[in-house]
């Protein structure tokens, strides 16, 4: 968990990026991965597990319950426990800042015989949990939360549960991953209907461990989605793609500063991720895609990026679910691209680590950029390639994604801007900004 005194830090205009960036392992994947090995009978071995303090999170609460997480050899192994294996915690679990860990192990102690408590940061005690709680609760867990449905959360899970279909009224990558996470310990099939299609890495990766699960596509194109409970899951060996979230703040950097040209290497290109790519090639940014291959059942690819003039652009709603963590970064991009950019239907953005909407509007301001604000989304009014007068000093409000994006900002400004505290961006990327001003520095 993150703690201590804020780090504020400068970033402020730089000359191009060059060379060749290490991200992170894929914080989504690497939840999921650490989840279902503590699931499986025998030991998994994981390389490229994110770094982040997040997935520490998870880690530490699968610890917890019983499973050992180990660092050997510059790779992570999990002992399994078996479907159904965890034991009671003797703590509450402090999930920190980390949305995807309380969600989704609330979904996978449903179906045990534990009880545990959910504890994180001011950020996270903000966050909405009703949209796992009810679902949860049909499940037959006893929950307990506090006002609003926020944490500290109580949750008592049963032994005993039957399997149930549940149709997602939120598009949301982690409600159905706490539901098929719950039906790995529930008798039958547990069934998730998914209208409008998310991420599906915890689809995959539960193929990959040898679960029994099925994706069909309905008439009117919702996910139907079927997993057998109550079967023994295998370990594997798993090598976790660079996080495409990552990677997404060095490719905007790369395309704001001219003369940059990057390199990222094994960026996961599942196509419920890459919204910001195909919105970025929409403006005209020069990106390829080299060596397409195949990673631990996920599709890879090593990106080369080079600075291009961009242009504004309207954001299509049907592309939301599959960007929906990089509007603070692509309202980066936005903000020096020629013309006005539009994007709405993004109310889920006011639930993240932080206000996103909100956020970003108020710190482009502060910049010198041209934001319109309204309910669901933002307009931004390019600068047509020109720096930013910059300046100022930006909140990050516990939110990773919104100091990395303005520290980017801050590479194509006039004046350094500062960012408030560098702290949350330990959630998802160390060494951000050490990578940042190494491709600055030539
Ligand atoms: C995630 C799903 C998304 C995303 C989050 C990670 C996941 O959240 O914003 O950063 O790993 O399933 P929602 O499911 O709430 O959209």
């Known amino acids: 968990m993150m703690g201590g005194e804020p780090q504020p830090m400068q970033f402020g205009p730089a000359g191009p990026l060059k060379g060749q960036a290490a991200v992170p392992g894929d914080k989504s994947i690497s939840h999921r991965v650490l989840m279902l090995s503590a699931m499986a009978v025998g030991r998994s071995r994981i390389e490229g597990l994110s770094p982040g303090s997040d997935v520490h999170s998870t880690a530490a609460a699968l610890r917890a319950m019983g499973a050992r997480v180990d660092r050997r050899d510059g790779a992570w192994e999990v002992d399994g426990l078996g479907t159904g294996g965890l034991l009671q915690p003797r703590r509450a679990l402090d999930m920190g800042n980390s949305g995807t860990s309380t969600r989704l192990l609330m979904g996978l102690i449903a179906s045990h015989p534990v009880t545990a408590t959910f504890v994180g940061d001011e950020s996270l005690c903000r966050r909405p949990m009703d949209r796992v709680i009810a679902p949860l609760a049909r499940l037959g867990a006893d929950i307990v939360a506090g006002p609003g449905g926020r944490l500290p959360i109580t949750l008592r899970g049963m032994a005993g549960a039957v399997g149930r279909d549940f149709r997602l009224t939120v598009a949301s990558a982690q409600v159905k991953s706490a539901l098929l996470l719950a039906g790995l310990n529930a008798s039958g099939i547990t069934r998730v209907i998914e209208p409008v299609p998310t991420r599906d890495h915890s689809e995959r990766m539960l193929k990959a461990f040898g679960a029994r699960i099925d994706v069909a596509i309905g008439e009117d194109g919702e996910r139907l989605i079927s997993l057998a409970g109550e079967t023994a899951l295998e370990p594997v060996h798993v090598k976790v793609p660079a996080d495409p979230s990552s990677a997404a703040f060095l490719i905007v950097a790369a395309l704001i ?123 931004i009014g390019g600068s047509g390639g020109d720096p930013l007068p910059g300046g100022a000093v930006i909140a990050s409000d516990l939110d990773h994604r919104i100091a990395m994006s303005f520290a980017v900002a801050g590479l194509h400004c006039r004046q350094p801007l500062t960012v408030d505290d560098m702290t949350p961006v330990q959630t998802s990327f160390p060494g951000f900004a050490a990578a940042l001003r190494g491709f600055a520095a030539g």
């Not at 195949?294 to 960007?323: F, K, T, Y």
């Not at 309202?331 to 993240?352: M, N, P, Q």
């Open 257 to 379: 500063v001219p003369g940059s040209e990057v390199r990222i290497e094994r960026v996961g290109v599942n196509p419920m991720r890459t919204g910001l790519f195909e919105m970025l090639s929409a403006m005209g940014a020069d990106l390829s895609f080299e060596n397409a291959r195949e990673m631990s059942a996920e599709p890879v690819a090593d990106i080369v990026v080079r600075h291009a003039p961009l242009q504004g652009v309207d954001v299509p709603p049907r592309i939301v679910p599959a960007m929906i963590d990089e509007f603070p970064i692509f309202f980066i991009a936005a903000a020096f691209a020629r013309g006005e950019s539009r994007a709405h239907g993004l109310a889920e953005l006011r639930v993240k680590e932080s206000d996103r909407i909100t956020a970003m509007a108020r710190g482009l301001r502060a910049i010198g950029g041209r934001v319109e604000e309204s309910d669901d989304g933002l307009v």
